[in-house]
């Protein structure tokens, strides 16, 4: 089902997860771990850091999609677990939600954000410039050597810095 652009952007809005989100953004996350896109995330895990996820919402409440962040100290965040209900690609969902965690970011003081993407188009439209993954070794060494692909990564690093 395609949804026109002007009724969905209408129709979306984003909030901040709540613990009882958990289980629903693991099903909406499950096809994109089974794609190697994102990291498998336990609903316990999500439960536990409902507080680090936005979600969209139509406005029956159903799930559109999420974004997440991880903090790195006071100053460093990543955008991770982004996902976007099938039916709703392309209507600006992910967008959304990449706005809505950089804005979250700034609030908290960091002085930059960054990803690990497939799809870096999204975040370059977004202010975000390509920057090597070794800028990173946070990430690498929390979240990269438990990785399949850890010795292959085809990801792309992009990272966004806020002036003071």
């Known amino acids: 089902m395609t949804i026109p652009a002007a009724v969905g952007r209408d129709a979306v809005r984003i909030r901040p997860a ?10 909406l996350l499950l096809p994109y771990v089974r794609s190697g ?4 995330r ?11 996820f936005l979600v969209a919402i139509d406005t029956d409440a159903t799930l559109l999609g999420c974004v997440a962040w991880r903090p790195y100290g006071t100053q460093l ?8 209900t099938t039916s709703w690609a392309g209507q600006g969902v992910g967008t959304r939600l990449v ?3 950089v804005a979250a970011a700034r609030r908290r003081g960091a002085r930059e954000v960054f990803a690990l993407t497939l ?21 690498v060494w929390a979240d990269c050597r438990h990785c399949a692909k850890r010795e292959c990564c085809d990801e792309v690093a992009v990272s966004r810095v806020f002036e003071s």
């Open 77 to 84: 965040l990543e955008i991770r677990s982004l996902a976007i």
């Open 37 to 40: 896109i994102v990291l498998p």
């Open 42 to 52: 336990p609903a316990t895990e999500i439960r536990a850091h409902a507080g680090q």
């Open 99 to 101: 706005t809505a965690a």
């Open 119 to 139: 799809r870096p188009h999204l975040f370059l439209r977004l202010g975000f410039a390509q920057v090597e993954k070794d800028r990173f070794p946070q990430k």
């Open 18 to 27: 709540q613990p009882d989100d958990a289980d629903s953004i693991h099903a």
